[in-house]
């Protein structure tokens, strides 16, 4: 079994900074890529941030030099660290984790987190 924990969503006005960090747990063989995506009221779930184990990262358009994403693969955690929040950030933000898992066989998967909320407003 595996389970994906996100925290530290919340509210924050225009401009500040919130982070957000993920667990990844239980019976895994290893971990590919990590990331986060969102999804608006009313909109798909976007991709925010990848970062490959290697530590390659990408972002999104809107969010290329406000947010940052890195991982301890040791851990098997990730965080989000975003600055100069807009109200268009708001959103649930969903961590990402493809992973090799030891169920009969190693099997690989995407997994998600439960989401945390962001919300973004004066």
């Known amino acids: 079994q595996v389970q994906v924990v996100e925290s530290g969503g919340g509210s924050v006005q225009p401009g500040g900074s919130l982070t957000l960090s993920c667990t990844v747990s239980?019976?895994?063989?290893?971990?590919?890529?990590m990331g986060w995506y969102r999804q608006a009221p009313g909109k798909e779930r976007e991709m925010v941030a990848i970062i490959t184990r290697r530590g390659t990262t990408q972002y999104a358009e809107s969010v290329e030099a406000r947010f940052t994403v890195s991982r301890n693969n040791a851990k098997n955690t990730i965080a989000l660290q975003m600055n100069r929040l807009k109200p268009e950030d708001t959103g649930v933000y969903y961590c990402?984790?493809?992973?090799?898992?030891?169920?009969?066989?190693?099997?690989?998967?995407?997994?998600w987190g439960q989401g945390t909320q962001v919300t973004v407003s004066s």
């Open positions: 990402y984790a493809r992973m090799a898992v030891i169920l009969s066989e190693v099997t690989d998967d995407d997994y």
């Open positions: 239980g019976s895994i063989f290893s971990v590919y890529d």
